[in-house]
């Protein structure tokens, strides 16, 4: 049986009536944020926030100050039917797609900034990428007003970078993570995954072995620089054709750790590019 599309609402003022009516009820609310082409990755969070709340809000929107000039804006999927019907058979309440001028109407000129962690990793190979990330995802959680919202751990580096802005902006919603959904060679689902073609499809399979095998080298005491070095050989080796980085850090603060051994709490984190397709993961230690 086909289960009805949720209902659409593409204001701010429709929005929040909509949750002011949940919470006047007693509802608990939770927001999944997302830029649309869903996959599986998309709908466990969907499915948490059910866990988690007796409402869920996801949000669609092609956040365009997350992107710099030359990235993939104009080329991300976008299918807002099919990722209705998705969100449908996955327990979403309501679906906020708002358009352009609604999230930047004429005269925006407020950006949001978070020191630190947004600093290394992807805040150095995509310079505004978190700005933009902030700065919408702030907008999301004050137009919702969620209880939680719901963030995956693939994209690890930003939901540090939203904890911190809720925490630090004393934002009352509560920021969950979900582990990383992947396909059965190890491969983080992400929507840019649909770039790859099928002969790059099974390289993309190795990132996350590789780095996995990194984790168990420094759990097992070996030095960090050793570590990063032997496994970006690795990455190279398995026909990475560019990598923006591979590196060993905290997994609370991003601090840089190595060249020694560490005890440290830890993640490994890589970027790498396979023709048009650029690949993220992490790995705790």
Not at 22 to 44: D, F, N, S, Y
Not at 157 to 171: G, N, P, S, T, Y
């Amino acid at each position: 049986m086909t289960v009805a599309a949720p209902p659409i609402v593409r204001t701010v003022a429709e929005l929040r009536a909509q949750v002011a009516a949940w919470k006047a009820a007693g509802a608990r609310i939770a927001l999944v944020p997302t830029m649309g082409g869903l996959h599986e990755g998309h709908l466990a969070l969907v499915r948490r926030a059910r866990d988690l709340a007796d409402r869920v809000v996801t949000s669609l929107f092609v956040n365009p100050t997350q992107f710099a000039p030359g990235e993939d804006f104009e080329a991300y999927p976008r299918d807002e039917a099919r990722d209705a019907a998705l969100l449908a058979a996955n327990g979403c309440d309501l679906l906020y797609a708002p358009g352009p001028d609604e999230m930047y109407p004429a005269g925006f000129s407020t950006t949001v900034t978070v020191a630190g962690v947004s600093a290394p990793l992807d805040g150095l190979a995509r310079p505004r990428h978190f700005a933009g990330v902030a700065t919408v995802v702030s907008k999301l959680l004050n137009q919702c007003a969620p209880d939680v919202a719901v963030f995956g751990e693939k994209d690890y580096q930003q939901l540090l970078v939203i904890r911190r802005l809720a925490r630090d902006l004393d934002m009352p919603t509560e920021i969950a993570g979900l582990p990383t959904v992947r396909d059965a060679d190890g491969l983080a689902l992400s929507s840019r995954n649909a770039y790859l073609t099928p002969a790059e499809r099974p390289i993309a399979g190795r990132l996350n072995a590789v780095i996995k095998a990194a984790a168990e080298s420094v759990r097992g005491g070996e030095a960090v620089a050793a570590v990063e070095a032997r496994a970006l050989a690795a990455l190279a080796n398995a026909g990475f054709q560019a990598i923006d980085y591979l590196e060993v850090r905290g997994a609370e603060d991003l601090a840089r750790l190595g060249p020694g051994p560490t005890a440290a709490p830890a993640r490994v984190f890589v970027a790498a590019r396979l023709g048009k397709t650029r690949l993220i993961d992490n790995w705790p230690v």
